[in-house]
Structures are given as C-alpha cells and as structure tokens.
C-alpha cells in the first residue's frame, strides 16, 4: 500500500459552508475508498473561494465602521484552513465509522516557507477577492496600496505574490500524526506563507499555488504518490478542440516539451503537470496522478487517469 498526498480540486469543496458541507459528503466516500484499501493519506486543498469570502466580508464590515477590524490576508488563510479542515475531517470520520474503520482526521493549520526574494514579490499575478469597477479598484489602491488589475474583462480584482514553497514549517508534525495511524489534512489554500527571518517567520499576504505545495507536503514525507484531483478524467492535448488527444502517461522529458511548447493553460493544467515533473524528479520511483476525485481508484489501478514518472529504460 501507497503513502500518498492527494491535493483535492474546488469540485471536491464548495463556495458556502452549506454547499460545501454536501459537497465534502462525496469526496469523503471516494477518500474513504482508498483508506479502506490501506493506503497512507495526507490531504490538501485550494481555498479561493472561501479566504475571499473571509476577506471581503472582514473588509466590508471595516469599511461600515461597525468596529470591526481589518483582517490581514494570512489570517484569512489560517481561518479557511480550519472551517474548511472541519467539514472535510468530520465528513471523511463519520464516512470511516459508517465502514467500521478505525482511524480519525487531524487538520494541522500549516505554514509554509517562502524566499523572501522570490521574483513572484515583485509581480504579484494571483487574483483574489471581488470583482470592483474601475473607480472602486482606483479608490481602494490608493487608500489599501492594494495592486489591481483587470480581470477577463469581467472588472478589477486585487492581485498578491503567488510564490514557491520552499519548506513545510509543521513537516515534523504531521509525520508524527502519520506515524500513530491518523489521516492528516495539510497546507489548506497553500499553507499560509511565512518567510523566516532569524527566529521569526514572518507572514506575507501572498498565495502559494496548492498544486505546487502539493508537490513540496509529498517531497518532504517521501510519499509514493503525488495525486492532483481535478475536473477531467486525464490530461489532454489540444484540450476542448476537435483534434483532442487524452493522455494516459507522461516521461518527464515529453512532459517539459508540452510545457515549453504551450500546450496547457497557466491558469488550470500547466502547474498540475509542473507540480508533477517537480515529483517525478525528485526521488527514485516517485509518480504522479492527474484524475478526477469519481475516477481516483480507477487511476491508481491503472484504468484511466495520466500518470507522469522520469523516462524508464
């Protein structure tokens, strides 16, 4: 059986608490599945929807002068960590109990460690929050020193740094829970983004790609299995046109060309399959899975899905 670490798409989750709770019901029963089977399980997650929600209405409560304060982001990402780690660890636990399997979730809000000269600090490109009319963008960087940009033609949003993680801060206690028996649900949203100075580690408002910090959680606890969960059953060339082509597996070297040859978009598959080379390159024998969560056994079995290891033979 695999120690894996399966990095769980916005499918798997939910916008609201009430969506998100019927939501996580479905993706208990297919993680449920894979413990059943006896594999190790380490969990992590996105959190866009959710840490904007948080914000904005921080945000719009100060702006109301009600009394309530300004929440800086990093907060904001620790608070979706927790509510959303609550639903999945109390939705995942009664789907174990119903099976009579005897374990329990544990969420470790977990930080994770940035460069400070990381060159995402000086071009912040991930979109958070609302979408604001020009004026309202304009207002709020000249009284936030929020960086705006318009956004697919559908308004301004605020844009933060999107970093590479570089560490895991709790590494040693999430494998400490692993090692008694317990399913670990890890760096929610990315992990919230800390950059050490001395014996400090400094937050920042910025957002680590999940993917990404998928890829560092299954490096440092020597997971067998990188498992990235999204929308599509495989990956795709030529995704959505007439000369698709689904692609069951991946070498590295094919992979990287794809890469540098534009066949995966920024926003959805291309950190997926970086995420992937990144592991695969790792450590000997390591691979990774990009499926969807209703197909995850499927994958692993070998009946579908796209599997990226480094060249064989």
Known sequence: MARMVIALGGNALGKTPAEQK???????????????????????????????????????????????????????????????????????????????????????????????????????????????????????????????IEDAGRGYRRVVPSPLPVDIVEKKVIETLLKIGEIVISCGGGGIPVIRQGNKLLAVSAVIDKDYVGEKLAEVLAADFLVILTAVERV??????????????????????????????????????????????SGPGRKTLITSLEKVQDGLSGKTGTVITVETG
């Not at 099976?99 to 071009?123: L, M």
């Not at 070498?251 to 695969?280: D, N, Q, W």
């Open 236 to 281: 795709a060339l030529n995704y959505g046109q007439k000369d698709q082509q689904w692609l069951s597996s991946l070498e590295v070297a094919t992979a990287k060309r794809y890469c540098e040859e534009g066949h995966f978009a920024a926003g959805s598959m291309l950190p997926k399959i970086k995420a992937a080379i990144e592991f695969a390159e």
């Open 22 to 148: 019927k939501a996580v019901k479905n993706t208990a029963t297919a993680l449920a599945n894979l413990i059943e089977e006896g594999h190790e399980l380490i969990l992590t997650h996105g959190n866009g929807p959710q840490v904007g929600m948080i914000n904005l209405a921080f945000e719009n409560s100060a702006d109301n002068g009600d009394g309530t304060p300004e929440m800086p982001f990093p907060e904001c990402g620790a608070m979706s960590q927790g509510y959303i780690g609550f639903h999945l660890q109390n939705a995942i636990g009664e789907e174990l109990r119903e099976r009579g399997i005897n374990k329990t979730v544990s969420t470790v809000i977990t930080q994770v460690v940035v460069a400070y000269d990381d060159p995402a600090f000086q071009n912040p490109s991930k979109p958070i929050g609302n979408f604001y009319r020009r004026e309202e963008a304009e207002r709020y960087s000249r009284a936030k020193g929020y960086q705006m």
